[in-house]
C-alpha cells in the first residue's frame, strides 16, 4: 500500500469504549451502527459535509489488542453545534494506508480486511484509523490506517 496524505476533518456522531478482547467489539460496534442507523442519527447531525458515513477507530490505549473508542457518524464542516447525546472529534492531518473493500457488507468483507490489516507488519501509528461509506454506495467503502 502506498501511503497517502489526508487533511484534517470533523465528525460529529455517536460513540462508546470498546476492546476487541472476548469479541466485546463483534457485539458493540454492531449496536452502535443499529442504534445510528434506527434512529436515523445521520440525518441529524447539524453542519454536515455529506451523508458519507465514517466511522472512527481512535484512542487506543495501546494497540488493536486494547480498549480503543469507536466513532459512527458523518463529517461536517464545524463543531459548533453538537447535539445532546452526540461526540464531535477533530481529525487532524495524517498519513495513511487505504484498504478498499467491495461486496456485500453481511458477509463480513470489513472484519475479513481488518483481520488481514492485524495480521500484517504494517507500521501502524495508532492515532486514529476510519472507515469511509460513500453515499449510495454502501457496498464500495475504504478503510484508512494511520501510518508512522
Given at each position: 500500500m502506498n501511503p497517502e496524505t489526508h487533511p484534517e476533518f470533523h465528525i460529529i456522531g455517536i460513540a462508546i469504549h470498546t476492546t476487541n478482547e472476548n469479541g466485546e467489539s463483534a457485539i458493540a460496534i454492531p449496536a452502535l451502527w443499529n442504534q445510528f442507523m434506527t434512529n436515523?442519527?445521520?440525518?441529524?447531525i447539524p453542519n454536515a459535509i455529506d451523508h458519507s458515513i465514517y466511522c472512527l477507530y481512535t484512542e487506543y490505549e495501546k494497540d488493536y489488542t486494547r480498549p480503543y473508542t469507536t466513532l459512527l457518524g458523518c463529517r461536517v464542516s464545524s463543531l459548533d453545534e453538537i447535539p445532546e447525546g452526540m461526540t464531535g472529534k477533530t481529525i487532524p492531518e495524517g498519513t495513511y494506508?487505504?484498504?478498499p473493500v467491495k461486496g456485500e457488507l453481511q458477509q463480513g468483507i470489513v472484519y475479513d480486511e481488518w483481520t488481514k490489516i492485524w495480521k500484517s507488519d504494517l507500521p501502524r501509528a495508532y492515532t486514529t484509523d476510519f472507515e469511509i461509506y460513500p453515499e449510495g454506495k454502501p457496498s464500495e467503502m475504504t478503510i484508512y490506517i494511520a501510518t508512522l
Open positions: 436515523g442519527l445521520l440525518h441529524k494506508s487505504l484498504f
